[in-house]
Structure formats: C-alpha cells, structure tokens
C-alpha cells in the first residue's frame, strides 16, 4: 500500500514499515535468547557437578594412598571446588560435597576404603568455603586419615 507521493507520507510509510520490522525482530529474538541462556545455565551447573565429583575423588584417592603407606604419611593435593559449593562433608568413608543449583541442594557423594575425619583445619570452615583451587592435607594416622585445608 502505498500513500500519497508526498514527502511526509512517504517518510511516515518508512517509519511504519521499520518500526514493524524491528517488532518482528524483537518478537523472535527475545525468545531465543531465553532458551539460550536457560540452556547455558543448565550446562554450567552439570559442569560443577562433574567438578565436585573429580574433586571428591581426589579427596578419596589421596585419603586411601596415604592410609595405604603407613601411619604419619603426607600428602598435599590441590582440589578445584566448583563454583555453587555449599559444603564439604567427611562421613567417615565418603567424601560428600553439596552444591547449591537451581533445582535445590545436591549431594555428590565418593566413596573410599579409608577412614576420613577432621584434621586441624577442616573443610567445612566457612571462610574458605567459596569456588577456586585449594590446597589439602592428607595425614595418615594409622587406622583413619585425617583430613584438612594446608595453611
């Protein structure tokens, strides 16, 4: 449909067409950039549980290598703590992380032959209970490993 050939409603028929143009645009696009970012969260949080199970196997090896060498027998391992960590828990032999998602609190659980507990700085001090690496030391105390951040 074209208006009268004048200058104005040309201009005015521009502006119309560009301005439902525009609408049709936003009216795709905000929906797809929805889905995406609901996606990319999804994603991140499978990434951090997939870290924290890593990190509690690393906890569990190192608790059984060193039970396994004997007692007073050290070891220092770094263990990335993913991003959403509420919590680490030692129950006697699992190692139990805790991660805050979207969908509530989920447990990651590892299981080892070695007896876990506290050692002198434990791992569920609150103050360093934040994603990023960290060291651990594992002490070998004969029967059961004591277990505790290094420094």
Known sequence: MV???????????????TLVMVGFILAF???LVLL????????????AIGQAMISARQIGNAAGEV?????????????NFP?????????SNEVIFTLKTTKGYVPV????FANMTYGYNPLY???RMSS??????VISRGKYVEIGYYK
């Open 29 to 31: 696009m905000i929906p």
């Open 132 to 137: 990023g690496l960290r060291s651990i030391l």
């Open 3 to 17: 208006l009268e050939n004048t200058a104005g409603g040309l201009r005015g028929q521009v502006s119309v067409e």
């Open 125 to 127: 001090n609150s103050t």
């Open 36 to 47: 995406f970012m609901s996606i990319s969260n999804s994603s991140a949080e499978n990434v």
């Open 109 to 112: 659980v590892e299981n080892t």
């Open 83 to 91: 991003p959403g960590i509420s919590n680490v828990t030692l129950d």
């Open 67 to 79: 039970l396994a060498q004997g007692n007073n027998s050290k070891k220092v391992i770094f263990v």
